[in-house]
């Protein structure tokens, strides 16, 4: 039991934090507070194990594949990270990906990734991968999932850290290809957790992948997708009504429709948020602009994750550390931000009732 009594009140309301708390913040000192969000446990549940691919990794495998870069140096690749909006990020992202071709390749990748989740105390991590980016380049699904899902167990074995996949489609493709692609993987099925939609969102609403996500559906796949991240709240709307995701992947948008707030709010539906991500992209002009404190504070079930930390600029910390530095929010939204992470991931609730434990714990250590 958490040895905090505001902290055990709390949880009586479904993991929401409650007046009483408000009215104290926890009596976690302000200067305490960039400590705090980086010892606190969190999941992650919104990240594209491509877009952990740093510059460095990149040379390095392109080497050991005889691959040949268009860029000459680490420096000149990490000086095109000059991103106006998603689709000039996504050209040089899947680039990037081209030096993905052997399972220990895919296996490294996402070992380094998973070492930086461990050191920002990512207790739990749900991974997105691209199976159409690699297999549009004859690497064989198997190849993929074999390297990904290698890692994933040795990560919960030598880090304890637990990993998680997410297939996703490429929406810019056809749903056709989308089918294609849930067949080539449904032999390796015991090795991800559910199907994604990812890409460019602007001109590929939800509803082009209705069958495939009802398919998906039916084999007991674990649903989320990409809405709202630049698209119009209309997208969030079919991508929970149509395609009956669990999680919306961004939804930032959201904020535009106060019905559409109010529906998120009612069945606390996570929206997988991404600070850096969305400043990087354009999403936001600046960090101070976000409207994660708007979200958070409409009830919504926010959490913070860092997308493509490679590129963006970030990994979970980073993006916690940034994110509240430009806008001001305080503890008790760092426990619920926490806190929505784990009620959000695709774990068992006696899981998830322990995770929150292991944060309650911290924040005691924490208060003054
Ligand atoms: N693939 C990788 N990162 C993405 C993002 N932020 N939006 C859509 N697709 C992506
Ligand atoms: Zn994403």
């Known amino acids: 039991m958490s040895c905090n009594p505001a902290l055990t009140l709390a949880r009586t309301a479904r993991w929401t934090y ?11 000192p302000a200067d ?7 010892a606190m446990p969190k999941a992650e549940l919104h990240m594209h194990i491509e877009g952990s691919l740093e510059p460095e990794l990149i040379f390095a495998l392109a080497q050991r594949n005889g691959v040949t870069l268009p860029y000459a140096s680490v420096e000149e690749l990490r000086q095109a990270y000059a991103f106006t909006n998603l689709q000039s990020f996504l050209d040089i992202y899947y680039a990037g990906a081209s030096v993905l071709l052997e399972e220990q390749d895919f296996y490294d990748m996402a070992w380094a990734y998973l070492e930086r989740a461990a050191a920002d105390n990512v207790l739990r991590t749900e991974m997105f991968f691209d199976p159409q980016t690699h297999t549009a380049r004859g690497v064989d699904v198997k190849v993929v999932i074999d390297g990904l899902h290698r890692a994933c167990v040795d990560a919960e ?3 304890g850290v637990s990993a998680a ?3 996703c489609f490429l929406r810019h493709l056809s749903e056709e290809e989308a089918f ?10 015991d ?9 460019s969102e602007v001109g590929h609403p939800p509803e082009k992948f209705a069958k495939v996500f009802a ?16 698209g119009p709240p209309a997208y969030v709307w079919s991508a929970l009504d149509v395609l009956k995701v669990e999680r919306v992947d961004h939804g930032v948008q959201s904020a535009k429709d106060p019905a559409l707030m109010a529906r998120l709010a009612k069945d606390r539906i996570p929206l997988t948020v991404c600070p850096l991500s969305n400043l990087k992209l354009c999403v936001f002009p600046d960090l101070k602009e976000h409207n994660l404190k708007t979200l958070l ?34 503890a008790k939204h760092a426990w619920q931000l926490a806190a929505n992470s784990f009620e959000g991931s695709f774990i068992d609730d006696a899981a998830k009732a322990g995770y929150i434990e292991r944060l309650d714990e911290t924040f005691a250590r924490f208060a003054a």
């Open 215 to 230: 398919r998906c559906r039916e084999l007991g796949l674990r649903l989320v997708a990409h809405a709202g991240e630049e």
């Open 157 to 159: 074995a030598k880090l």
């Open 297 to 330: 504070d409409a009830g919504l079930a926010a959490t913070v994750n860092s997308d493509d930390p490679a590129y963006f600029g970030g990994y979970m910390n980073e993006n916690f550390l940034q994110t509240f530095a430009a806008t001001g929010l305080t």
């Open 18 to 28: 409650s007046d009483a708390m408000t009215a104290h913040d926890f009596n976690i």
């Open 180 to 189: 294609e692609t849930l067949a080539q993987a449904l032999p390796y099925r």
């Open 165 to 167: 996949l997410i297939l």
């Open 32 to 38: 305490r507070l960039p400590e705090l969000l980086c």
């Open 191 to 199: 090795k991800f957790i559910g199907v994604g939609l990812d890409s």
